[in-house]
């Protein structure tokens, strides 16, 4: 399995363009994050400090490859001079192909997302499943480390030592009540039974996944993770949601993941 090195942790200030680009040597990196509800970008520099300020357009709907790269390059045209992309994506990804996207279009099937951006941007380009790219934001590289995104679905990611476990796709797996962790704990099942019983429900996933991995660390991110307001227990931290964008520079750190 490819490994991929935990990446540095980026000053939590960010630098304007005239700041950053005058300090900073080597590689930009175009940051983007697929997501079923919105588009976020921003340019990382070589130290992972933001070079831009993030932008973001709601996701196309319906949200096929073509209105979504549509809506990218409109999206990434403000953002200036970079060397190189990585992408963060809602599904499983396999050497930069695209196998399932359940929260945007049966399009992305079997897509060469890296390919793709690629040939429309003149940038090599490096595709990982998103909670994967956000947990290269946040994690310290020590032992089992686990990161749950909470958005339109729900994204996981799994790490020992540093290392990404690829395409843990736990929020299919069958939860509760003939649910699985999606339907339970997504922005749909949050519309539906609202924020005290979602919060509930995000409470019992927790105490689910915790004797099945045994994480040193969770990490708690996405869009909704904002939304939680119980005690959590002390392996469990809240992350913001912009990490999801400052992992990008791990997907070319150490003996890089292909694509």
Known sequence: MPRAAAAPRPSPRKKTPRESSSSASGPRTLAIDIGGSGLKALVLGPDGTPLSERQRVATPKPATTQAVMRTLMKLIKPLGKFERVSVGFPGVVEEGVTKTAHNLHKSWEDFDL????????????????????????????????????????????????????????????????????????????????????WNKHVQR?????????????????????????????KNVKLTENIAGLLGGNALWKDEPLPR
């Open 205 to 233: 996933v927790l105490e689910q996944v915790q004797p099945i991995f045994n994480p040193q660390k969770i990490y708690l991110g996405g869009g909704n993770a904002r939304l939680v307001d119980f005690p959590l227990p």
């Open 114 to 197: 890296a390919q793709a951006l690629s040939k429309a941007t003149g940038r090599p380009t490096r595709v990982l499943n998103d909670a994967g790219v956000q947990g290269f934001g946040v994690i310290e590289g020590r032992g089992v480390e686990m990161v749950l995104t909470l958005g339109t679905g729900l994204g996981c990611a799994l790490y020992v030592d540093g290392k990404y476990v690829p395409n843990i796709e736990l929020a299919h797996h069958p939860f509760r009540h003939g649910k699985t962790y999606e339907e339970y704990v997504g922005d749909a099942a949050l519309k539906r039974v609202g924020k005290k019983k």
